[in-house]
């Protein structure tokens, strides 16, 4: 292995490049911490229970766990807006859940089988279209 001697002047050009990159980087780590991702996360298992994941960044910030409702039959479907929450079952039943009263409203709709349920887009509008294997109904969740 070779050493090579460098002068007081090349040594200062290289010193203040180093702290140069080093700011650069700091800065644009600064900026990229101030824009921090979130997203969301809702799951069930084969119990029925319903999990709610908060992730920002690298980091889970915030979880919830909400109990299986004894109505319901197996969970085919979840959609999830603001505060509700929706799940519908193989056996017809829809599940409202309000996330911040913790409060859950069962409905059968008599129709079989839940296959999709999609909210609406658009802030405040809570229609729900919820899709059978027989037709399509659109619900209104603030009703």
């Not at 002047?9 to 080093?22: D, N, P």
């Not at 900026?31 to 992730?55: K, N, W």
Request: proline content about 3%.
């Amino acid at each position: 292995m070779a050493r090579q001697t460098v002068s007081d002047a090349e040594q200062s050009s290289v010193e203040s490049s180093v702290i140069s990159m080093l700011q650069d980087a700091e800065c644009r780590s600064e900026g990229s911490q101030a824009i921090s991702a979130r997203e969301h996360f809702v799951f069930t298992d084969t119990d029925g229970q319903v999990y709610h994941i908060t992730v920002e960044g690298n980091t889970v910030k915030d979880g919830a766990r909400i109990p299986p409702d004894g109505s319901m039959g197996s969970i085919a479907c979840i959609a999830w807006k603001g505060d509700t929450l929706v799940l519908g079952d193989v056996d017809g039943n829809l599940n409202f859940w309000d996330l911040k009263a913790r409060l859950s409203r069962g409905i059968p709709t008599h129709r079989g089988w839940v296959k999709k349920i999609r909210f609406a887009p658009g802030k405040g509008n809570q229609k729900l279209l919820v899709m059978y294997t027989d037709g399509a109904e659109v619900w209104d969740t603030k009703e």
